[in-house]
């Protein structure tokens, strides 16, 4: 039985923001995540958008966190590598009714501590985005987009080289509080900690019910999302989004530029019976695209070169109107389990500021102690296909291994695909590579490059072929042989 201070369930963009904000302490700290690398859920589902704070009611957490997260976003980003581009946002009105809510919603900005807002007539925004046509729009200069599974994997392994354990592929079983610690039964086997961070999203309640009984209630409400090729990614400049609908809790399907070049349209809101239901649908595509229109008049219906979806942790069913604020607090009945519920948009903008709220919360049961050898490293520098052919040319004089195109797409190189099969968490999945440098993220979605990958990972880190999974634990990318090889 192996012995911790802190351990966290789930390897979330929340989860590893605090396991990197724990790292800073003296202390031995576990993360347990049931998928094969972080951000295998929720975390790398999303729209990827950097919230202000103008649609969360005033003195909500959801409101305190967002604006808090907002203003640690960027020195968050240089120091650990991942990108953020501060593109604003617009949230337009068609009628004199919406107009109305433009000025409700400038006002609960203005409240939280949203600077730069500005209220604008349809000429200026059709200036900025020809495309676009609207009666008014709410212009949010703090708003920005980033690449939601760069940032959670930048925090997870700059965690691990500050001495964060990481158990993938870790499903938790049960918990027993013994005296004043936890025993935690996993698949992995059985681990004692001090304290207990229940991170775990849509499958928050399930942890607490290991334990308590919960007073609460998850509702999963799946958002689909669709892709676009990157040859539209001039149709905006900022992101755009629709007066919010007045029920469900949700901001309506917007129109999203990422830092990548896509565009994206969505999310849909649709409340769903099982938390694992992850489907993206013909019907709900034809909904997206019908909706983004309204947005986008001019967009074309063969712009759309993938679909996802995402399960957002609500806390309110649809018939109560779909919105709860964030809950972090310590249980009243388990003293030093701190339950992280609820947390759906805008979590991606609040993790910083909730993993250094969770730390003064730990400050209570355990001294911290800074580390003097505390460091970081930085995610990404610069992919080969943004170097100068100079910069190229030297990589290449290095290791032939760059000069190997393996995703031709997305221009990704032997030697990257390897970096990032090397990663210091031991995730090994398909989706790890794709995650971390984009090979199979291009318009044929891996149609090209997942062979060359495949052979990669059996020649030079020595995986069965039957082994390689996509994600999960239980995705295996192949099943069998179609025919037997015979030997010589």
């Known amino acids: ?9 789930g390897g979330g963009v929340i989860g590893s923001a605090i396991a990197w904000e724990l790292s800073k302490y003296k202390l031995n700290v576990i993360v347990f995540e049931m998928g094969g690398d972080v951000a295998s859920a929720t975390s790398k589902a999303n729209s990827g958008v950097i919230h202000s704070g ?15 997260g907002n203003k640690m976003f960027q020195s968050f980003s240089e120091k650990l590598g991942f990108p953020v581009k501060w593109v604003g946002k617009y949230v337009i009105a068609k009628n004199k009714d919406e107009t109305k809510e433009l000025e409700r919603l400038k006002k609960v900005g ?36 980033t690449l939601p599974y760069e940032m959670t994997i930048a925090l997870a392994e700059n965690a691990v080289i ?25 698949n992995k086997g059985t681990f004692r900690n001090d304290l207990l961070i229940n991170a775990a999203g849509v499958n928050c309640r399930d942890i607490v019910s290991m334990i308590e009984e919960p007073e609460f209630n998850v509702y999963p409400c799946r958002g689909e999302y669709l892709v676009l ?3 539209y990614h001039n149709l905006i400049n900022a992101m755009i989004y629709p007066v919010p609908p007045k029920k469900q809790g949700v901001l309506g399907v ?17 409340f769903i019976d099982d938390l694992a239901d992850k489907r993206t649908t013909k019907k709900m595509m034809k909904t997206l695209m019908k909706e983004a229109k309204v947005i986008l008049p001019n967009l074309p219906d063969n712009a759309v070169i993938n679909a996802y979806s995402g399960i957002r942790c609500k806390l309110a069913s649809l018939e109560d109107g779909g919105w709860a604020d964030f809950r972090v607090e310590e249980s009243k009945q388990t003293p030093a389990m701190i339950n992280l519920l609820g947390i759906e948009s805008p979590g991606l903008t609040a993790a910083p500021a909730i993993a250094k709220e969770v730390a003064k919360m730990i400050s209570k049961h355990i001294k911290l102690e800074t580390k003097n050898n505390f460091k970081t490293w930085k995610f990404r520098e610069k992919r080969f296909q943004e170097m100068t052919q100079k910069e190229q040319s030297k990589m290449i004089e290095k290791d032939e291994r760059w000069g190997r195109i393996v995703c031709r ?23 790890s590579v794709r995650y971390r440098c984009r090979a199979g993220m291009g318009r044929c979605k891996g149609g090209f490059c997942t062979q060359h990958i495949v052979r990669i990972m059996e020649n030079q880190f020595n995986m069965d072929v039957n082994d390689i999974k996509l994600n999960s634990p239980f ?13 010589d």
């Open 1 to 9: 039985m192996k012995n911790f201070h802190v351990a966290i369930i």
């Open 110 to 145: 203005i409240k939280n501590g949203v600077a730069g807002l500005e209220i604008i007539d349809g000429f200026e925004v059709k200036n900025k985005e020809p495309n676009v046509s609207c009666l008014e729009a709410l212009w949010v200069p703090t708003a920005g987009i």
């Open 409 to 431: 797409c997305e221009h990704v190189t032997e030697a990257e695909v390897i970096e990032a099969l090397s990663n210091s968490l031991g995730a090994k999945t398909l989706s």
């Open 254 to 270: 917007h129109v999203t530029p990422t830092i990548e070049g896509n565009l994206l349209l969505g999310p849909s809101a649709e």
């Open 54 to 68: 103008i649609n969360s009611p005033y003195g909500s957490l959801k409101a305190r966190f967002c604006v808090e």
């Open 475 to 487: 995705s295996n990318l192949f099943h069998g042989r179609t025919r037997e090889v015979e030997d």
């Open 162 to 186: 500050n001495g964060v354990n990481f158990s993938l592929e870790t499903r938790v079983i049960n918990l027993k509080k013994e005296n004043d610690s936890f025993s935690i039964e996993t």
């Open 229 to 231: 090729d990157k040859n």
